[in-house]
């Protein structure tokens, strides 16, 4: 096993006082329109010679990929010639067809006579074209065989999808049946089909060799492995006698605490953590009569319950403890949740010492559009504030409405609809002082797909890693990034085959936790949502205590949201990173190096005290190891900040104060502290530039309590800023006027810095960075 080692602490420096609504998207001509012209002729000519590289086809067209200014109507297309056909459109990407030679050929004329400098008749249709391309093999594959490459068995199985021809009926079943008779000649055995106007699916087998032809198919929009991530049934149905008798974790394990439906405090998994249960619903008891609770406390007691029940080991660290808060419908209408909820936790804290409580619970009937934040979020806040707890909440799961896709759009939209009103966070996820959490998807494979090999009809709407077609996104106020992290909630799917009807809870695609019903025989349950995302974070939050027995709330969230980052998987699903972390936040933690360090990534922390327009400075150490030249490998800075402001709903800034960082390279702390000196008011703060290069920037994050930020680096130069300069990290604090007598003279904080050196598993970044440190001397911090 690899060697940890603690956090190292690091020590401050010293103190230092002091859109409106447009129009419609237009069409500008380019800078130089006979070069424009002249470039989309080149392009042309390559694209022709791409695709005069394509087989089969039902009839000759030639298929061109267009890339267009964002808001372009692809129909205008029709303006050039008639007989230019609209295939689809993605996003700014237009797949046409040319009907005909003389399609062909008219195009082109346009392009040479701009490109001459003459006259051209609705040029604001060129103008609007910014690249002509071919569909080449590359554009065919699909997710998971970019990803994994083709199997390296004999032969395999693939999943291929056709240029749908939904307006022409004849046009369609001649395609159907040329491509089937391809399939033949080419011995390539179709083992299943689902032929639809607007999708038509084929599952088959072939080698290599022919898969290579497939990709060079001029019908052929996508080629991609079948689904393979799945929930095998042999895993859900164990008898749970197999599993050895859970023992009660130690006396002074962490405490969780679970605010749900109850739980069923009997379940064999469950009952030797089960530390105390109580209802806090009037007139109700506190055992679970839905279920939803008991599926979350699995969640939250082991984290990764999957991966447990695939080994076959359950060894709980930490103590559970239930409140009931939700009645047997999963509700609260006997009076106001936020009471029930309030006396929950001061109960648990009071009397238990409890510190981190998951509520996996949303008021569909609250989404937050912005404005005031209200009732349990500002509950939840000023909890937070007074108490020093810490709440992992559920970003809340999409509502099926007259609002969502329908059918075949579940996957075709796919993810841009999670950026629509519908899918706002709701109510508590907007609590600045929580940590809220989306979902992601796990498995692509659904119970029926895993019994039926080569039926292709049931189509995950999600590939593994990447946001659940039911996770909502934010922002909350201010603008602040929520939600903050995510984990595996689950999936949906559609069936070609019954008019693409969503199959959610029975595709199977959710996340596998305890069942209430487990006297019955049935002691485990699938299910999906952001419930089931959140009590994992809880899981991993609570679990810090282990290390850190002292640990802040402030620390836990500064410390998950360090370690997390962006699944590869959904990385480049949206166009513009502010997209993606409205959904996806700061991404998915990983616990690698969470609750001690280790040689190639070192993590800094302190905690801190700062008053009212002051700066606090901290110099972090960058050995020279670091940053050596040589072969390009990934290197990265990260740092974390959490505060938890007092708030008030009355006023136009929710919270009180603003507490941020900056990364800066400057030569010496006299020359990075001048700067900063001069800089107390916001507009002057702004301006100063920090390290270039950060993921997610100083403006976003610097909106909520708990900002985040990384800087990678493949290479560094010898003009490279860490290789000349020191490296600092700037921590401000400014009150909102109205706010300085709530703020106590001096607000806490918790900072988190790490390096690590990611490639280089035989790195000693650790033993540098604490010979530094430890050669420092002490610097007296002026009070």
Same mark, same amino acid.
């Given at each position: 096993?690899?060697?940890?080692?603690?956090?190292?602490?690091?020590?401050?420096?010293?103190?230092?006082?002091?859109?409106?609504?447009?129009?419609?998207?237009?069409?500008?001509?380019?800078?130089?329109?006979?070069?424009?012209?002249?470039?989309?002729?080149?392009?042309?000519?390559?694209?022709?010679?791409?695709?005069?590289?394509?087989?089969?086809?039902?009839?000759?067209?030639?298929?061109?990929?267009?890339?267009?200014?964002?808001?372009?109507?692809?129909?205008?297309?029709?303006?050039?010639?008639?007989?230019?056909?609209?295939?689809?459109?993605?996003?700014?990407?237009?797949?046409?067809?040319?009907?005909?030679?003389?399609?062909?050929?008219?195009?082109?004329?346009?392009?040479?006579?701009?490109?001459?400098?003459?006259?051209?008749?609705?040029?604001?249709?060129?103008?609007?074209?910014?690249?002509?391309?071919?569909?080449?093999? %590359?554009?065919?594959?699909?997710?998971?065989?970019?990803?994994?490459?083709?199997?390296?068995?004999?032969?395999?199985?693939?999943?291929?999808?056709?240029?749908?021809?939904?307006?022409?009926?004849?046009?369609?079943?001649?395609?159907?049946?040329?491509?089937?008779?391809?399939?033949?000649?080419?011995?390539?055995?179709?083992?299943?089909?689902?032929?639809?106007?607007?999708?038509?699916?084929?599952?088959?087998?072939?080698?290599?060799?022919?898969?290579?032809?497939?990709?060079?198919?001029?019908?052929?929009?996508?080629?991609?492995?079948?689904?393979? @991530?799945?929930?095998?049934?042999?895993?859900?149905?164990?008898?749970?006698?197999?599993?050895?008798?859970?023992?009660?974790?130690?006396?002074?394990?962490?405490?969780?605490?679970?605010?749900?439906?109850?739980?069923?405090?009997?379940?064999?998994?469950?009952?030797?953590?089960?530390?105390?249960?109580?209802?806090?619903?009037?007139?109700?008891?506190?055992?679970?009569?839905?279920? $939803?609770?008991? $599926?979350?406390?699995?969640?939250?007691?082991?984290? %990764?319950?999957?991966?447990?029940?695939?080994?076959?080991?359950?060894?709980?660290?930490?103590?559970?403890?239930?409140?009931?808060?939700?009645?047997? /419908?999963?509700?609260?209408?006997?009076? @106001?949740?936020?009471?029930?909820?309030?006396?929950?936790?001061?109960?648990?804290?009071?009397?238990?010492? +409890?510190?981190?409580?998951?509520?996996?619970?949303?008021?569909? /009937?609250?989404?937050?559009?912005?404005?005031?934040? &209200?009732?349990?979020?500002?509950?939840?806040?000023?909890?937070?504030?007074?108490?020093?707890?810490?709440?992992?909440?559920?970003?809340?799961?999409?509502?099926?409405?007259?609002?969502?896709?329908?059918?075949?759009?579940?996957?075709?939209?796919?993810?841009?609809?999670?950026?629509?009103?519908?899918?706002?966070?709701?109510?508590?996820?907007?609590?600045?002082?929580?940590?809220?959490?989306?979902?992601?998807?796990?498995?692509? &494979?659904? @119970?029926?797909?895993?019994?039926?090999?080569?039926?292709?009809?049931?189509?995950?709407?999600?590939?593994?890693?990447?946001?659940?077609?039911?996770?909502?996104?934010?922002?909350?106020?201010?603008?602040?990034?929520?939600?903050?992290?995510?984990? $595996?909630?689950?999936?949906?799917?559609?069936?070609?085959?019954?008019?693409?009807?969503?199959?959610?809870?029975?595709?199977?695609?959710?996340?596998?936790?305890?069942?209430?019903?487990?006297?019955?025989?049935?002691?485990?349950?699938?299910?999906?949502?952001?419930?089931?995302?959140?009590?994992?974070?809880?899981?991993?939050?609570?679990?810090?205590?282990?290390?850190?027995?002292?640990?802040?709330?402030?620390?836990?969230?500064?410390?998950? +949201?360090?370690?997390?980052?962006?699944?590869?998987?959904?990385?480049?699903?949206?166009?513009?990173?502010?997209?993606?972390?409205?959904? +996806?936040?700061?991404?998915?933690?990983?616990?690698?190096?969470?609750?001690?360090?280790?040689?190639?990534?070192?993590?800094?922390?302190?905690?801190?005290?700062?008053?009212?327009?002051? $700066?606090?400075?901290?110099?972090?150490?960058?050995?020279?190891?670091?940053?050596?030249?040589? &072969?390009?490998?990934?290197?990265?800075?990260?740092?974390?900040?959490?505060?938890?402001?007092?708030?008030?709903?009355?006023?136009? &800034?929710?919270?009180?104060?603003?507490?941020?960082?900056?990364?800066?390279?400057?030569?010496?702390?006299?020359?990075?502290?001048?700067?900063? /000196?001069?800089?107390?008011?916001?507009?002057?703060?702004?301006?100063?530039?920090?390290?270039?290069?950060?993921?997610?920037?100083?403006?976003?994050?610097?909106?909520?309590?708990?900002?985040?930020?990384?800087?990678? @680096?493949?290479?560094?130069?010898?003009?490279?800023?860490?290789?000349?300069?020191?490296?600092?990290?700037?921590?401000?604090?400014?009150?909102?006027?109205?706010?300085?007598?709530? +703020?106590?003279?001096?607000?806490?904080?918790?900072?988190?810095?790490?390096?690590?050196?990611?490639?280089?598993?035989?790195?000693?970044?650790?033993?540098?960075?604490?010979?530094?440190?430890?050669?420092?001397?002490?610097?007296?911090?002026?009070?």
């Amino acid at each position: 096993m690899e060697e940890t080692f603690p956090h190292l602490n690091i020590q401050r420096e010293a103190p230092v006082n002091e859109k409106r609504p447009g129009g419609g998207p237009r069409t500008a001509p380019p800078d130089d329109v006979p070069s424009h012209g002249r470039w989309l002729l080149g392009k042309l000519a390559n694209a022709t010679r791409e695709t005069s590289e394509d087989i089969g086809g039902f009839d000759e067209r030639k298929l061109f990929r267009f890339t267009v200014q964002k808001g372009f109507n692809p129909d205008d297309l029709r303006k050039i010639s008639p007989e230019i056909e609209v295939v689809s459109q993605e996003d700014e990407t237009v797949i046409i067809g040319f009907a005909t030679n003389a399609a062909m050929a008219q195009f082109e004329a346009r392009l040479s006579s701009m490109a001459s400098g003459q006259y051209v008749t609705n040029k604001e249709v060129i103008y609007a074209l910014q690249s002509v391309d071919g569909w080449s093999p %590359d554009d065919r594959k699909g997710w998971a065989l970019r990803q994994q490459g083709f199997p390296a068995d004999e032969d395999f199985l693939l999943d291929l999808e056709i240029w749908p021809l939904e307006d022409k009926p004849d046009a369609r079943e001649q395609a159907w049946t040329k491509f089937e008779s391809w399939l033949s000649e080419q011995s390539i055995k179709k083992l299943d089909q689902v032929r639809k106007p607007e999708l038509t699916l084929y599952r088959v087998r072939c080698t290599t060799a022919q898969a290579e032809l497939l990709l060079h198919h001029r019908d052929i929009r996508s080629i991609d492995l079948p689904p393979s @991530f799945s929930l095998e049934r042999s895993v859900e149905f164990q008898d749970i006698q197999q599993f050895p008798e859970v023992q009660a974790p130690s006396a002074e394990a962490p405490g969780i605490v679970v605010l749900d439906s109850g739980i069923a405090d009997g379940h064999p998994l469950l009952k030797g953590a089960v530390a105390k249960t109580a209802s806090f619903l009037p007139g109700e008891g506190p055992h679970d009569e839905n279920g $939803h609770g008991t $599926h979350v406390a699995g969640l939250a007691l082991y984290g %990764d319950f999957e991966k447990h029940l695939r080994k076959g080991a359950f060894t709980p660290t930490l103590r559970l403890y239930s409140g009931r808060i939700l009645d047997k /419908n999963n509700e609260n209408t006997t009076g @106001f949740v936020e009471n029930h909820i309030e006396e929950a936790v001061r109960y648990f804290f009071m009397e238990h010492n +409890c510190r981190v409580f998951n509520l996996s619970f949303g008021d569909s /009937n609250k989404p937050y559009f912005g404005g005031h934040l &209200k009732g349990l979020s500002v509950t939840l806040d000023t909890l937070s504030r007074e108490l020093g707890v810490l709440f992992v909440v559920s970003s809340g799961n999409h509502q099926i409405s007259a609002d969502s896709p329908n059918g075949l759009e579940w996957r075709d939209q796919y993810p841009n609809y999670l950026l629509n009103k519908s899918w706002q966070i709701i109510e508590p996820a907007p609590a600045l002082n929580a940590l809220t959490v989306g979902s992601l998807a796990r498995h692509n &494979k659904t @119970f029926n797909s895993q019994q039926h090999s080569h039926d292709p009809a049931e189509i995950p709407i999600a590939q593994p890693g990447q946001p659940s077609p039911f996770s909502r996104s934010g922002r909350s106020v201010d603008g602040a990034i929520k939600p903050e992290l995510v984990a $595996h909630g689950g999936n949906w799917a559609i069936n070609a085959r019954a008019s693409y009807l969503l199959l959610d809870r029975v595709a199977r695609l959710g996340v596998i936790s305890t069942n209430h019903k487990f006297t019955s025989g049935y002691p485990f349950l699938v299910d999906g949502g952001t419930s089931m995302a959140a009590p994992q974070v809880a899981h991993l939050a609570a679990s810090i205590f282990h290390e850190h027995p002292d640990a802040t709330a402030n620390f836990i969230r500064a410390q998950l +949201c360090l370690n997390a980052a962006i699944p590869q998987a959904s990385q480049h699903i949206f166009m513009q990173n502010k997209a993606l972390s409205r959904v +996806c936040g700061y991404g998915e933690v990983d616990d690698t190096a969470l609750k001690r360090s280790l040689e190639n990534a070192v993590t800094l922390v302190t905690e801190g005290r700062i008053e009212n327009k002051r $700066h606090h400075f901290y110099e972090i150490p960058v050995p020279p190891e670091f940053t050596s030249s040589g &072969k390009k490998r990934l290197r990265q800075i990260a740092v974390a900040l959490a505060y938890t402001p007092p708030v008030r709903s009355t006023r136009i &800034k929710y919270r009180a104060t603003r507490i941020d960082f900056k990364l800066i390279a400057a030569r010496d702390l006299e020359h990075v502290t001048t700067m900063f /000196n001069k800089a107390t008011k916001k507009d002057d703060y702004q301006s100063i530039k920090e390290l270039a290069g950060a993921t997610i920037g100083q403006t976003a994050r610097s909106k909520g309590t708990v900002q985040a930020d990384s800087w990678n @680096f493949l290479q560094f130069n010898s003009n490279s800023a860490l290789r000349n300069k020191k490296l600092f990290v700037v921590v401000t604090r400014n009150d909102f006027p109205w706010g300085e007598s709530l +703020c106590d003279s001096e607000e806490s904080y918790s900072l988190l810095v790490s390096l690590r050196d990611k490639d280089n598993l035989s790195a000693q970044l650790y033993t540098h960075i604490k010979a530094r440190l430890d050669a420092r001397i002490p610097v007296r911090v002026r009070v």
